[in-house]
């Protein structure tokens, strides 16, 4: 590998953080995944980012891309906020990783990084109006008009976690009512305590009653959140991602777009894409560092 490394892509996370090496044609020829440093704060955060790119950076590095979970600057590589990184608001990314790296570094947010990479598969291509949600940790949105990526004029349009769906109620968030890091308080408000992603799992894979009344919860908040994306920007698709969407909501789309269709003005669903079988935030953040 060694000297054919010409970018790498960083996809970082509230859990992990994946490092992707690509060739000059930005083929994938590399990859480490390692657990987000979040205990140790500030430092420890910095310290396992610039471990991951030191096994594969070397001189002849063309460029750094690195897709962050929350609100970015991307004119000045400012991570402006982060809810679920321990590195405070307008942390200065680019700034600490050029001193570090001399060569051009790009940052930005992982979802737009997501959706950069994943309308140029084949049967996304046809599409011009895209958006893009990832359930995770936390949830993340992207949105294409016209092909072309919308920041808006802070650089946050398409954060659709932070989405108000419930009026009066503790869970009142897009993100609040349906990502990993709310199962515990989703599950609590139904009545079931101390359940988290992994024990959600276990117990929808044995059949408990419970799962299934969480689950079909949080499906249909997520339907809900969709309904008015739906409603604002009338997609040609959504594309749709991140673990806790792959694990628990996929398997609920009929539901979901029986929502979508209930609460659109002509009955209608924009088709939900699944997003590719490949991880796609590093290789996205790496396109937006070419000409």
């Given amino acids: 590998m060694g000297k054919k490394v010409k970018f790498i892509g960083v996809d970082v996370g509230g859990n992990k953080i994946l490092a992707q090496a690509f060739d000059e044609n930005l083929k994938m020829i590399g990859e480490e995944k390692r657990a987000t440093n979040v205990r140790q704060g500030k430092k420890g955060f910095l310290e396992e980012l610039f471990a991951v790119i030191d096994l594969f950076f070397h001189k002849g590095v063309k460029g750094i891309g690195i897709g962050m979970p929350g ?49 140029e598969r084949p049967e996304l291509k046809k599409y011009k109006n895209l958006v893009a949600v990832m359930v995770g940790t936390g949830v993340g949105g992207a949105i294409t008009i016209n092909g072309e990526l919308v920041y808006g004029k802070n650089g946050y349009a398409g954060e659709v976690g932070h989405m108000v769906i419930n ?22 408000s139904l009545g079931y305590p101390n359940v988290n992603s992994e024990t959600l799992e276990k117990m ?47 398997r609920e789309k009929k539901k979901i777009t029986e ?32 000409p």
Wanted: charged share 25%; with cysteine; glycine share 8%.
């Fill in 167 to 188: 009026k009066g109620a503790r869970l009142k968030s897009f993100e609040q009512n349906t990502s990993g890091h709310f199962i515990r308080e989703v599950a609590k």
């Fill in 259 to 290: 929502i979508i269709k209930k609460h659109s003005l002509d009955g209608t669903c924009p088709p939900l894409i699944q997003a590719g079988p490949e991880p796609s935030v590093a290789k996205g953040v790496v396109m937006g560092l070419l």
């Fill in 71 to 119: 609100i970015v600057d991307i004119r000045k590589g400012v991570l402006v906020k982060a809810p679920h990184l321990p590195v405070g608001r307008n942390f200065p990314l680019r700034e600490l990783l050029k001193k570090h790296y001399k060569t051009p570094i790009r940052v930005d947010n992982d979802v737009n990084a997501f959706l950069l990479a994943e309308k």
């Fill in 204 to 250: 929808r894979d044995e059949g408990m009653p419970a799962a299934r009344n969480i689950i079909r919860s949080m499906a249909e908040s997520f339907g809900t959140g969709l309904s008015n994306l739906n409603l604002i920007l009338n997609p040609d698709a959504f594309v749709l991602g991140g673990s806790v969407y792959h694990i628990f909501f996929a």
